[in-house]
């Protein structure tokens, strides 16, 4: 299965996702605000996904996409929003990432997960 490296300052979303992604055999790395994301994603070898939340103390999603993309970071980047406003995503999708996903996470948040990582690296 996939490496993915959670960015998400919710302790609670945090670990309910970091769960569920793991019982759907991934391997899951976290980082909690954008700065400490951006250190992770160019320092570890072997990431697949990075899911990005976007609002977050420190430095948020948007900023670390940015800088991570600057920096010459070609890897998938999905962001995961609370807004499931098309400016918000579209907002995700300018700043680097190269897909979205709405919170509340879904019943089908494995799945989707799944498909990403399928339609973005092939």
């Known amino acids: 299965m996939a490496k993915i490296l959670l ?3 919710d302790e609670m979303i945090q ?3 970091i769960l569920r992604l ?3 055999g991934h391997e899951v790395i976290h980082a909690e605000n954008g700065q400490q994301g951006m250190e992770m ?5 072997g990431i697949d996904l990075v ?3 976007m609002h977050m103390p420190v430095m ?3 900023e670390a996409t940015r800088k991570l993309r600057e920096l010459g970071y ?3 980047i999905v962001a995961v929003t609370a807004s499931a406003l098309s400016a918000d995503s579209n907002k995700a999708i300018q ?3 190269d897909d979205h996903i709405a919170k509340p996470i879904g019943p089908d948040f494995e799945a989707r997960i799944d498909k990403v990582i399928e339609l973005h690296t092939k």
């Open 7 to 9: 960015v998400e300052d």
């Open 15 to 17: 670990r309910m996702m």
């Open 22 to 24: 793991t019982l759907a």
């Open 41 to 45: 994603a160019l320092a570890i070898d």
């Open 51 to 53: 899911l990005m939340d």
């Open 60 to 62: 948020d999603g948007h």
């Open 74 to 76: 070609s890897g998938l």
């Open 95 to 97: 700043s680097g990432c």
